[in-house]
């Protein structure tokens, strides 16, 4: 079992930066895929980014790459996404999910492939 709990929203401006952490209780951390959702009000949980257990592997919705950037640090058992250029669109509850792999370089883009979600945290972008 795993228990995520995230950190770091809050009110920013456009153009700002915000770095959110998602951290996981549990041994065996090292063995899940992370990624990053986020729901705006009234809209579908929509995929943001996602890392593989070992890290080497990265993947990015087209509406932030080039301005996040997702990590994870194994021995702390957290993961980060650090948010540049933000602009108003950001505006939403950002939520972390683990999803289990067997594969160091796998990772996961669909919200049913991910086992562990959670409560997420709210980041507003003012214009």
């Known amino acids: 079992q795993v228990q995520l709990v995230e950190s770091g929203g809050g009110l920013v401006q456009a153009g700002g930066s915000l770095r959110l952490s998602c951290a996981a209780s549990?041994?065996?951390?090292?063995?899940?895929?992370m990624g990053w959702f986020r729901q705006a009000p009234g809209k579908e949980r929509v995929f943001v980014a996602a890392?593989?257990?070992?890290?080497?592997?990265?993947y990015y919705a087209d509406s932030v790459k080039g301005r996040f950037t997702i990590s994870r640090d194994n021995a702390k058992n957290t993961v980060y996404l650090q948010m540049n250029s933000l602009i108003p669109e950001d505006t939403a509850v950002y939520s972390c999910?683990?999803?289990?792999?067997?594969?160091?370089?796998?990772?996961?883009?669909?919200?049913?492939?991910?086992?562990?979600w959670g409560q997420g945290t709210q980041v507003t972008v003012s214009s």
């Open positions: 999910a683990a999803g289990r792999t067997y594969y160091s370089e796998s990772y996961y883009i669909l919200v049913g492939d991910y086992d562990h």
């Open positions: 549990g041994r065996t951390f090292s063995r899940y895929a």
């Open positions: 890392i593989s257990w070992s890290g080497g592997s990265t």
